[in-house]
């Protein structure tokens, strides 16, 4: 019997996630307003297959599977009519989502999974609005979805435990490593984690401690080299408990603890510098191809992958 499941939103996020389920071998129907949109996702989608194909994790046969498991459209009761997991993965604005909801409890066949794919809104915000609250989960990808083992699963004390299991399962069964919360706390985990860092990085860049190649560079090749395989809370006991309670006595107080973005990033973003989608954000990307860039990227991400399964 086939399987089938829904992504809505064709995205940076959408579409890596539809390419997790495709490659599983779901009929995956992926959704967005307009066929322009779906049509970028789809070159997306294939040139992610491609880069697969050349690092030898996947053969071509199944490049080709995954493609024809794919279905493009604007239709959004034909997209989730069959599904037996939908995921949202449009704008974070709620109201959007909770207009999306309504249509998708009326659409979606009674026993479907409706789960998002938020980075934003809590479980209990999410389903304010919801008249079957039970079949509602947050599944929080990471981009590149198709390539970031990690999803973040996250239940409401109404969300029923088959859904909780059954969500479980499906991660697993596209390959992901679903971690799922005993609380719903705003940023989840990794987001809370890494926005710690990453305010501290800001402040480092700030204070003149170092330019940012420099702090990227002691990311790459220091901790985030280690964390690929050994987690903080690992780090600090293989580090031995006592030591760590020293560093951290010495090191807490000196740290940044500002409670809004860094003034670095106020300032681009006030000039229009938001990044690669912009040429230039706190580095410059002028001369360089970004999509060059980010094929580099995933590359490197997929070797990582490899390593890690062994």
């Known amino acids: 019997m086939e399987k089938h499941a829904a992504v809505i939103g064709s995205g940076v996020m959408g579409h890596g996630i539809a390419q997790l389920f495709a490659l599983a071998g779901f009929r995956v129907s992926l959704y967005d307003l307009q066929e322009e949109f779906l049509l970028k996702a789809r070159a997306s ?23 024809e498991h794919i279905v493009l459209t604007t239709d959004l009761q034909a997209a989730v009519s069959a599904a037996e997991i939908i995921t949202e993965a449009i704008p974070e604005v709620i109201e959007l989502k909770w207009e999306l909801f309504e249509k998708l409890e009326h659409y979606a066949r009674p026993d479907a999974i409706i789960a998002s794919n938020t980075s934003t809104f809590s479980i209990a915000r999410l389903i304010e609005k919801t008249t079957t609250p039970q079949r509602f989960i947050i599944t929080h990808f990471f981009n590149p979805a198709q390539l970031v083992p990690l999803v973040e699963v996250v239940r409401h004390e109404r969300t029923a435990e088959e859904v909780v299991h059954k969500t479980i399962q499906l991660m697993e069964e596209i390959g992901k490593s679903p971690v799922l919360l005993k609380k719903d706390v705003p940023g989840f985990i990794a987001n809370r984690l890494q926005t710690a860092l990453m305010r501290e990085a800001f402040h480092l ?19 985030g080299f280690r964390w690929a395989f050994v987690g903080p809370i690992e780090t600090a006991d293989f580090g031995g408990l006592d030591t760590w309670k020293r560093v951290m006595d010495n090191l807490a107080p000196e740290l940044d603890g500002s409670a809004k973005a860094p003034a670095i990033i ?29 094929r580099v990227r995933d590359e490197q991400f997929i070797r990582l992958g490899k390593m890690k399964r062994g």
Request: negative net charge.
């Open 205 to 223: 860049l700030a204070e003149g401690v170092a330019d940012a190649a420099q702090i990227d560079s002691v990311m790459k090749n220091g901790i």
């Open 266 to 294: 106020e300032e681009r973003v006030t000039e229009g510098n938001l990044g690669t989608k912009t040429g230039a954000g706190i580095y410059s990307y002028k001369d360089t191809a970004v999509t060059e860039t980010l």
């Open 45 to 67: 989608i294939e040139h992610s297959l491609s880069l697969l194909v050349a690092e030898g994790v996947i053969a071509d046969q199944s490049r080709v599977a995954a493609l």
